[in-house]
């Protein structure tokens, strides 16, 4: 899986050695609550087990995964769920609570569509956020992706419906 690099970020793929950092951040209730599949309490080794199954998801073209860093440390994850049959795929980040605000989802999130559109040729990209998380959404419009509805009572977390936001962007629409 490729590295890829902006001007402050390396997006690498994550090793056994970033568990630790993973499990870390991901024990802070204000990054869990925001996303769908990250459980809270984030559960003892869990960071190591998710990591150990990178290869086996990229190699069957499932997900691509990385590790996003800024001077050698880990701030956050951002991946696509690929559907290559259709040559789409599907967005999904988190964020250190300390590196919010410093628009490293966006920065991370321009190059991961880069890849996509012109390594992995797919043709879309859609991601999602929780209504009441517009901090979400606003990385993906500056990163050029079009917000295109409301997704009533979507998903369910902790027992409790929510309603999505949903972006999506095109590989012909332009990018900043």
């Known amino acids: 899986m490729a590295t890829l690099e902006t ?15 993973v499990q870390r ?4 209730r204000a990054v869990t609550l925001q996303t769908l599949t990250i459980p809270y309490p984030y559960p003892d080794g869990a960071a190591a ?5 990178h290869g086996e998801w990229y190699v069957a073209r499932k997900q691509a995964i990385w590790g996003i860093t800024e001077l050698g440390r880990v701030v956050g994850a951002m991946g696509l769920r690929l559907v290559m049959d259709h ?9 250190a609570k300390s590196a919010w605000g410093r628009g490293i989802a ?7 569509l880069a890849h996509a559109f012109d390594v992995l040729a ?11 998380n517009p901090a979400s959404g606003r990385v993906m419009e500056k990163a050029g ?15 409790v419906p ?15």
């Open 7 to 21: 001007s402050r970020l390396v997006l690498r793929p994550f090793d056994a050695a970033d568990a630790p950092a």
């Open 25 to 28: 951040e991901l024990s802070e």
């Open 49 to 53: 087990e998710w990591i150990a199954r």
């Open 87 to 95: 040559r789409r795929a599907e967005v999904g980040y988190w964020i």
């Open 106 to 112: 966006t920065e991370a999130l321009r190059a991961v």
């Open 122 to 132: 797919l043709h879309r990209v859609e991601g999602q956020h929780y209504l009441e």
């Open 145 to 159: 992706m079009r917000r295109e509805g409301l997704l009533r009572g979507y998903v369910i977390k902790e027992g």
């Open 162 to 176: 929510r309603d999505n936001v949903l972006y999506a962007i095109l590989v012909d629409d332009p990018r900043p």
